[in-house]
């Protein structure tokens, strides 16, 4: 049995782009966060 490999991006504005560090990992799955780190109300 393998397992998977999950990603996780995290860019901290809606202005970036996480496309450089997609373009560096090899997952099966990828989950990406675009949230200020000082915004308060995030989930």
């Known amino acids: 049995?393998?397992?998977q490999r999950i990603g996780y991006v995290r860019v901290s504005s809606f202005d970036q782009n996480p496309d450089?560090?997609?373009e560096q990992i090899e997952v099966g799955k990828?989950?990406?966060d675009k949230a200020s780190g000082k915004?308060?109300?995030?989930p």
């Open 30 to 32: 990828v989950f990406t």
């Open 20 to 22: 450089r560090q997609l």
């Open 1 to 3: 049995m393998q397992g």
């Open 39 to 42: 915004d308060t109300q995030r």
